[in-house]
């Protein structure tokens, strides 16, 4: 059974400050994604990973995706307020159907 | 483009009774349905995939003679959550997906519905 950990859980942070979230994964998979949701809103898309190796930059977030590690990360630049959000990586089962089963979940704070 | 609406956004209904909710493709046809609930603070759980035409797959553990799940067209799934009891409240999002959309490298990607808050008293 594929199982998605994140951790930290939650993280508190100052403003202008780096910090690296992380999602594990248990079984093979090419495809993840990462997603910010705001608190009582849906998902929104940010990163697309579908190699081994691919790494993508949007503004002060960086996502990157190893698959032999069978890890992600997302990296942040210089936070700032607007970043504070929940972030989710989710991992693409394969098959016929994609499932994607999510990771837990990483509460951001930023602090001013 | 891939615009996924759900309505209604918020619902509040006395228990035993049923909800429908909508889930539409705006833009784009979804030969691929998946409906999950978020319970707060925590993370999305797949309930169930469907397919336009084909029955709805559940997840284990969620109750398809509850959950009603239809996917009538290339547009629109709509969920019904029969009965409903205060442990059903939560956040219900969907998503769809194209799978004609591969070759476009976008057909196992989701679009995801802004979400339909149900709270049953």
């Known amino acids: 059974e594929l199982k998605v950990e994140q951790n930290p859980l939650f993280l508190s942070m100052q403003e202008g400050k780096n910090y690296t979230i992380y999602c594990n994964y248990s079984?093979?998979?090419?495809?993840l994604y990462w997603y910010r949701q705001d608190p009582g809103k849906s998902l929104e898309s940010l990163f697309v990973?579908?190699?081994?190796?691919a790494v993508k930059q949007e503004g002060r977030l960086m996502a990157s995706l190893d698959t032999k590690a069978r890890l992600s990360t997302l990296h942040i630049t210089a936070a700032v307020h607007d970043l504070s959000a929940t972030y989710f990586c989710?991992?693409?089962?394969?098959?016929?159907?994609?499932?994607?089963?999510f990771g837990t979940g990483t509460l951001l704070a930023v602090q001013p | 483009g891939a615009v996924v609406s759900q309505h209604p956004s918020r619902v509040i209904c006395k228990s035993g009774t049923s909800v429908k909710i909508e889930c539409r493709s705006l833009d784009f046809q979804a030969t691929t349905m998946f409906w999950y609930r978020q319970f707060p603070k925590k993370s999305l759980m797949l309930m169930a995939t469907?397919?336009?035409?084909?029955?709805?797959?559940?997840e284990q553990g969620v109750e398809k003679d509850k959950f009603l799940i239809n996917h009538a067209s290339l547009t629109l799934s709509t969920l019904t959550v029969t009965s409903a009891h205060p442990e059903d409240s939560s956040f219900y999002i969907c998503?769809?997906?194209?799978?004609?959309?591969?070759?476009?490298?976008?057909?196992?990607?989701?679009?995801f519905g802004p979400g339909t808050r149900l709270t049953v008293l």
């Open positions: 989710a991992v693409d089962k394969g098959g016929a159907t994609n499932k994607l089963i």
């Open positions: 079984t093979t998979s090419d495809r």
């Open positions: 990973l579908l190699s081994n190796g």
């Open positions: 469907s397919n336009e035409g084909s029955k709805a797959t559940y």
């Open positions: 998503s769809a997906r194209d799978w004609r959309l591969r070759l476009a490298g976008k057909g196992h990607e989701q679009f």
